[in-house]
């Protein structure tokens, strides 16, 4: 906080920026003005501002990530969820039917799952993922609209009962192949999981899966979409095809995203 009359101290906005500026903060001014809103306490402020000079990802340090307009609670080590993600909710929400079940795989911090909650009403939300940390960050951000989150591999730990029932399943898996995963930036190398990143020799090992697991879940009209690499598209899609399902690739050149669907139906 700024004491008037002596200029700026360690804790004024323009003293925040200028630290977080000279750690490569590129967004400096932004970031200073969420880190002081978010901190109880000048103590409180100052580790964040440390911890963020460090090198920790502002959305751990904060506690909280925007996605889709809403803010998801992302514990440290839990995956950030990213922008090019929202294309999988637009993709998911198109033609879903009031009342859908709604299965979010590998769902980390719940994110796509609460995205989903806040733009359709009464939906039925089944999330899962294996990580303990991300499954309770998921249940504080799903479970207060009425989102059940089990922890587990894939579709393992969900209620029977839904197979033959899931309307739409959405998953954003580990689809980083595993010899990029040093290529990858800092934030994401050191402060995510292996776990949240790594998708075996081509990146498919997990929608490998989930698409051999997928028509035993799906209704009869049901959707399969998954996020991957533009370059992995093809080979998922024929991955889908395998399965039985019907093909479809889109692509937003806004978001660098592309998501590969597979429905029962045509
Ligand atoms: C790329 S992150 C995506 C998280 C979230 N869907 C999002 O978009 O923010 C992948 C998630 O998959 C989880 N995961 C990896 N392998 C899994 C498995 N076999 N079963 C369930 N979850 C798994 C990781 O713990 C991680 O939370």
Redesign the pocket.
């Known amino acids: 906080m700024a004491s008037p009359g002596r200029g700026p101290t360690p804790l004024s906005p323009t003293a925040v920026a200028s630290r977080l500026r000279a750690a490569g903060c590129v967004f400096a001014e932004d970031e200073a003005r969420l880190l002081m809103e978010g901190a109880a306490t000048p103590a409180q402020l100052e580790e964040m501002v440390e911890h963020r000079v460090q090198g920790f990802p502002l959305e751990h340090v904060l506690g909280w990530s925007e996605f889709c307009g809403v803010r998801v609670l992302v514990e440290p080590g839990?995956?950030v969820?990213?922008g090019r993600?929202e294309f999988l909710v637009d993709e998911a929400v198109r033609g879903i039917p009031a009342g859908a079940v709604v299965v979010?795989?590998?769902?980390?911090?719940g994110?796509?799952g609460a995205a989903l909650q806040a733009r359709t009403a009464g939906m039925d939300l089944h999330c899962?993922?294996?990580?303990p940390a991300?499954v309770r960050c998921a249940r504080r951000n799903v479970e207060p609209a009425g989102g059940r989150v089990y922890e587990?591999?894939?579709l393992a730990p969900l209620p029977r009962s839904l197979r033959g029932r899931v309307d739409v399943l959405v998953v954003?898996?580990?689809y980083v192949p595993t010899a990029e995963i040093a290529t990858l930036p800092r934030e994401a190398r050191l402060h995510e999981?292996r776990?949240?990143?790594d998708g075996g020799p081509d990146g498919l090992d997990?929608l490998r899966r989930v698409a051999a697991a997928a028509p035993t879940w799906l209704g009869p009209a049901g959707r399969v979409l998954a996020e991957t690499s533009e370059a992995q598209s093809p080979r998922l899609a024929a991955v889908f095809r395998a399965a039985g399902l019907q093909t479809r690739v889109s692509r937003s050149a806004e978001l660098e995203a592309t998501v590969v669907t597979g429905s029962r139906t045509a």
Do not use: Q
């Not at 899962?128 to 990580?131: A, G, K, M, T, V």
């Open positions: 839990v995956f969820p990213r993600t979010d795989l590998c769902c980390g911090s994110a796509i899962s993922d294996l990580d991300a587990g591999d894939l954003n898996a580990p999981t776990l949240a990143l997990i």
